[in-house]
């Protein structure tokens, strides 16, 4: 199947979705070298993939953001968020990966475990913040021992109560 314009002037090349009302959706070229994956009319408020392979959902323009992060695009002008939903005894991630094998797979990971209301920062791959649902903020402990009272693993450790533990090895 090719889809070709009958002139250079015509930049919106695609297949749209119709009923006997109005367009309700589509997936076209549009200008600026774009695709774009819409619904209703408008091609800003679906996905865009720009000439540079940059996605924009809900952002028609993914390739004006910083060079560092843009390749992900999400937002309008107004509020914004992305969900990671997961079961309510399982995990929500991400990771930052600087390779596909072992750890480079999961160097840098935000999680969180629904198992136990969790929230677990790592670098290098491994945990080293844990806030707990309870309001606990644990630096380099993982477990939920307390610092200082038989737990010798190093670290400190903030309760919602507003109580401070530092555990040392030294």
């Given at each position: 199947?090719?889809?070709?314009?009958?002139?250079?002037?015509?930049?919106n090349?695609?297949?749209?979705?119709?009923n006997?009302?109005?367009?309700?959706?589509?997936?076209?070229y549009?200008?600026s070298d774009?695709?774009?994956?819409?619904?209703?009319?408008?091609?800003s408020?679906?996905?865009?993939?720009?000439?540079?392979?940059?996605?924009?959902?809900?952002?028609?323009?993914?390739?004006?953001?910083?060079?560092?992060?843009?390749?992900?695009?999400?937002?309008?002008?107004?509020?914004?968020?992305?969900?990671?939903?997961?079961?309510?005894?399982d995990?929500?991630?991400?990771?930052?990966?600087?390779?596909?094998?072992g750890?480079?797979?999961?160097?840098?990971?935000?999680?969180?475990?629904?198992?136990?209301?969790?929230?677990?920062?790592?670098?290098?791959?491994?945990?080293h913040?844990?806030?707990?649902?309870?309001?606990?903020?644990?630096?380099?402990?993982?477990?939920?021992?307390?610092?200082?009272?038989?737990?010798?693993?190093?670290?400190?450790?903030?309760?919602?109560?507003?109580?401070?533990?530092?555990?040392?090895?030294?």
């Amino acid at each position: 199947l090719t889809l070709e314009s009958s002139t250079s002037a015509d930049k919106n090349i695609g297949i749209r979705f119709k009923n006997q009302d109005a367009e309700k959706g589509g997936i076209g070229y549009v200008q600026s070298d774009k695709v774009a994956f819409y619904n209703g009319t408008s091609t800003s408020n679906g996905i865009t993939i720009d000439s540079s392979g940059k996605v924009g959902v809900s952002n028609t323009t993914p390739s004006s953001y910083e060079n560092g992060a843009r390749e992900f695009v999400v937002g309008t002008s107004g509020d914004t968020g992305i969900t990671v939903a997961s079961g309510s005894s399982d995990k929500g991630s991400i990771f930052f990966a600087d390779g596909t094998s072992g750890g480079q797979k999961y160097e840098g990971q935000i999680r969180y475990d629904h198992s136990n209301n969790r929230m677990m920062f790592a670098t290098g791959g491994t945990g080293h913040v844990f806030i707990e649902s309870s309001g606990d903020l644990r630096i380099g402990q993982s477990s939920l021992s307390t610092p200082g009272q038989g737990n010798t693993t190093e670290g400190l450790a903030l309760t919602g109560s507003g109580r401070v533990f530092i555990s040392s090895n030294g």
